[in-house]
């Protein structure tokens, strides 16, 4: 028997959260983390998420974050896998909603997000395939089918091989100096 995964509205946690102090994780990658993310929140990017250590400790339930929620959905499949008991909430609409709905932020560094770079790629490779097949060999057309390929096979399955390439590049990776984990609002912060 399956767990459904509850949801929560920013607006609803937000006020949870001043009754008592609530475990957030947010589970995207730290440069997006460090450009704006939810007061309180911890991060614990998906791709080293381990729900054994997310859940040492939890006393009572666990809200997961993201950008929008796909993400965040993932992060609560593997919490319940690995304990079917434990109470997880994923808030729903991630961090967009959560600062569209004038909640306390934390904002650092701006960093281009991966969707946008899986767009840069892959438009790239597409381009430079098809002036390549037009000067060089027509063959090389085959490189704009698999990156269209790519694309639909991540539209629908929600995942993309890609972006989790990009995401282990070395300027989507977190920059210590300059933004804690959890750390203080600067100056620039929403209150």
């Known amino acids: 028997m399956s767990q459904t995964i509850e949801a929560i509205s920013p607006a609803a946690l937000a006020e949870l959260n ?14 997006e983390f460090q450009a704006v993310h939810a007061k309180g929140a911890t991060n614990i990017p998906l791709d080293r998420f381990d729900p054994t250590a997310v859940l040492n400790g939890a006393e009572d339930a666990i809200f997961v974050i993201c950008r929008a929620g796909s993400r965040g959905q993932k992060a609560c499949e593997k919490l319940i896998a690995s304990n079917p008991s434990v109470r997880v909430v994923n808030v729903d609409g991630g961090t967009l909603a959560w600062e569209a709905a004038g909640l306390p932020v934390v904002r650092g560094r701006k960093s281009m997000s991966l969707e946008r770079q899986v767009r840069i790629v892959a438009g790239s490779l597409i381009i430079l395939s098809f002036v ?22 991540a539209g629908m399955s929600d995942w993309c091989g890609m972006g989790m390439l990009l995401g282990k590049m070395p300027w989507n990776r977190e920059r210590k100096a300059e933004c804690g984990n959890a750390g203080e609002p600067d100056a620039s912060a929403k209150e």
């Open 18 to 31: 001043k009754q008592k102090p609530i475990k957030l994780i947010d589970v995207r990658m730290p440069m």
């Open 132 to 153: 390549l097949a037009i000067f060089v060999h027509r063959g090389l057309l085959g490189i704009a089918a698999l990156m269209g390929a790519g694309l639909v096979i």
